[in-house]
């Protein structure tokens, strides 16, 4: 089946610094990719939905410049957290599909701040 | 607006019992595919049940079933013989609008499993 790897399961960084999240489709080309924020004991929030060799389309309230999402190739998307603050911790997921029938997610990033 | 509802935030069920998550949602679509997602404590999203809304039949996949209710727009899994691996967090999700759009998730409802 379509496999999503996403990395790093976790990292911790420091307030100020950037964090790269990577997605990958493994098995599939991946035209649309979505990146989902939760917080603990909640559902999943749309952050921005990216397409490959476009630019991403954030949702109301996501700022684009501290969250930069990249799709270079049909396999690849990368989203930056762009100068950290605690505030930032929570656990990202990527989603990639293909069209409506498929949806598959990545494992997930544990981000924490300090 | 699209949207997705799930009005019972925590269940638990005894062990081989089974248990009924709701589910409802609103859309202006005719036709559209369905979705229940389990999150156990990994946090890795796991595709349980999928549902087409043009069909009928209720989807099944061994111990899980759905009753897709189109016209009171409900789609309510039902878990038989529940097991201590179906301990998790279900979202009921579905893609409004076309082919490949963004999933809208419900709010989630945590299961307990007990032994």
């Known amino acids: 089946g379509a496999v999503v790897s996403q990395h790093p399961s976790w990292v911790i960084c420091k307030s100020g610094t950037s964090v790269k999240i990577e997605c990958r489709s493994l098995?599939?080309?991946?035209?649309?990719m979505f990146w989902y924020r939760q917080f603990p004991k909640q559902s999943l929030m749309l952050m921005a939905t990216s397409n490959e060799g476009s630019k991403a389309t954030y949702e109301q309230g996501v700022e684009k410049d501290k969250f930069l999402i990249n799709h270079a190739s049909l396999t690849l998307s990368t989203l930056t957290v762009t100068s950290a603050h605690p505030e930032d911790s929570s656990f990202y997921i990527c989603?990639?599909?293909?069209?409506?029938?498929?949806?598959?997610f990545g494992s997930g990033t544990r981000l924490t701040v300090v | 607006a699209q949207t997705v509802t799930q009005s019972q935030p925590e269940m638990s069920v005894q062990e081989a019992e089974t248990v009924t998550l709701s589910c409802t949602y609103d859309t202006s679509e005719s036709n559209y595919y369905l979705f229940w997602y389990k999150q156990p404590p990994s946090r890795q999203m796991i595709l349980v049940i999928r549902?087409?809304?043009?069909?009928?039949q209720n989807a099944t996949e061994n111990r899980f079933s759905v009753n897709f209710q189109k016209a009171a727009k409900s789609f309510s899994l039902k878990i038989s013989d529940s097991q201590l691996g179906d301990t998790a967090m279900y979202f009921c999700?579905?893609?409004?609008?076309?082919?490949?759009?963004?999933?809208?998730f419900g709010e989630g409802t945590q299961l307990t499993v007990n032994p």
């Open positions: 098995d599939f080309q991946a035209t649309t």
């Open positions: 999700a579905f893609p409004p609008g076309t082919s490949g759009s963004r999933l809208t």
């Open positions: 989603s990639a599909t293909t069209g409506v029938k498929g949806y598959t």
């Open positions: 549902q087409e809304a043009y069909k009928q």
